[in-house]
């Protein structure tokens, strides 16, 4: 916190708004009569003024009186920012400042030092961006509104002064991808005593609350760090389920020599990266209960040559993505996959290129048709090559163009086979056999000669 150095007696006695007294208010200021000439009314009883789209008429005040002027309110800013340096200079001894209603995006400048200010709200404005510094020294701020503005990001808690009470900042349309794990901090977030209703604004946490969103990030953080086997991963939240808030995890770990997957990941951890190590096994995607809820599996660039133990497991039927390209795969339990697909409505993307797939003549053709059928899921299918052997050569092509015939030849083809000899055989024997029969009929007929061997029986 920024240390006080200017403790004045003015200070300590709470003071209390004339707007609020009088309920000035900004709300349809265009339908003043000064809003048309950008003027400012002076309240002289009590040291006020208010200004109705710019201070045009501010000169035909006399200086003296405006220099004493206690308390400004500005609605309908015209500018398109800011600039305390300037703007400010004429008000020296102003208690409370308010802005409302006005299209300016950016406070330039630091406000001054100032020794009287102990109010500020600006609100309902386009202002997107403030500086940690920017009322730094304001040595008597006590209280600062900012809510219902365009803020997205501060680039850390604003520095305030020593005896700073309460700074509203709800209403904003903030970015909860970005660093605001110091509102969790006592010392840094106390003073913002609407924290618990700011709702984050951006596409990944939209209308979650800002505190639970970097409550699961800075437990996440310290999970990771903390553990051995996450050394060196990076770990991110991706999600909050609406209603349940439950927070959903991605664990990066690729590029960092791994020789086998995690034994342990944070719980609600659903997405897993380990591209470009040197895993060989997928053994704990099936027998861990740390990756039941893990839907989401990148393993490219590995040493795996099987999958089979996911064969009739939980996660092979429950995966949304499993990216398997660049490793050393070269077959697979097709029916088991088949099976699993079938059943899995979950699948939505299985990527297997790059592998060394072999192809044998049952496998090859078994393999083809599981990728014409899950094509949609099979997104790299076209990109799948084999190899294969025809007659003394190794060929390789695309899985999804190989034919029957290139692959189910046998190596060496005999010219006869024997059972192509066996049935000659058989059929010359018919066709002697027939041929007897004939010659017999034929003698009996016209000669009366009957067979030798009839004449042979008793």
């Avoid at 005040?61 to 220099?67: G, L, M, N, S, Y």
């Avoid at 050569?393 to 015939?405: E, F, G, P, W």
Wanted: glycine letters at 4%.
């Amino acid at each position: 916190m920024y240390i006080l150095l200017f403790n004045r007696r003015s200070t300590n006695a709470e003071y209390i708004s004339h707007f609020h007294q009088h309920n000035f208010s900004c709300v349809d200021w265009k339908q003043a009569p000064e809003a048309t000439a950008g003027n400012c009314t002076r309240y002289g009883s009590y040291g006020a003024l208010r200004c109705y789209g710019g201070m045009n008429n501010l000169p035909s005040i006399p200086e003296q009186k405006v220099r004493k002027l206690e308390e400004i309110i500005f609605c309908g800013w015209p500018e398109n920012v800011f600039n305390p340096l300037i703007d400010l200079q004429p008000f020296p001894k102003i208690r409370t400042l308010t802005i409302e209603y006005s299209n300016f995006t950016e406070i330039i400048f630091d406000f001054p030092e100032m020794f009287y200010l102990q109010t500020i709200n600006i609100s309902w404005t386009n202002l997107s961006h403030i500086s940690s510094r920017t009322f730094k020294r304001v040595h008597t701020l006590k209280v600062a509104d900012l809510r219902w503005n365009q803020l997205i990001q501060m680039e850390g808690p604003l520095i305030l002064p020593r005896y700073f009470e309460k700074l509203y900042l709800a209403g904003n349309p903030w970015n909860c991808t970005r660093n605001f794990k110091w509102l969790l901090l006592p010392e840094q977030g106390a003073a913002v005593v609407d924290r618990g209703e700011l709702l984050c604004a951006d596409r990944k946490y939209k209308d979650r609350l800002m505190l639970a969103v970097m409550h699961y990030k800075l437990l996440l953080k310290e999970e990771c760090q903390s553990h051995p086997d996450l050394q060196n991963c990076t770990c991110i939240m991706h999600h909050i389920i609406p209603k349940s808030h439950i927070p959903l995890y991605t664990v990066n770990c690729s590029n960092l020599n791994f020789q086998r997957l995690p034994a342990y990941i944070p719980a609600n951890t659903t997405m897993l990266f380990l591209n470009n190590n040197q895993i060989t096994d997928v053994l704990p995607l099936r027998n861990n209960v740390n990756y039941r809820h893990v839907v989401d599996v990148h393993l490219d660039n590995n040493l795996v040559e099987s999958i089979d133990v996911l064969e009739g497991g939980y996660w092979l039927e429950h995966f949304r993505l499993l990216s398997l390209r660049g490793n050393k795969l070269r077959k697979l339990p097709v029916y088991a996959l088949d099976n699993a697909l079938e059943d899995n409505a979950n699948a939505n993307l299985l990527l297997l290129s790059m592998n060394p797939w072999f192809c044998s003549c049952k496998f090859a053709m078994s393999f083809r048709e599981t990728l014409i059928k899950y094509n949609s899921i099979l997104r790299d299918s076209w990109n799948i090559t084999c190899t294969y052997q025809q007659g003394d050569d190794l060929r390789q092509a695309k899985v999804l163009s190989i034919t029957r015939q290139d692959v189910c030849k046998l190596n060496e083809d005999p010219k006869v086979h024997p059972l192509d000899m066996l049935n000659g055989v058989l059929a010359s024997l018919i066709l002697f056999i027939l041929g007897k029969l004939a010659y017999d009929y034929y003698h009996y007929k016209y000669y009366g000669r009957v067979p030798w061997i009839v004449m042979k029986l008793p």
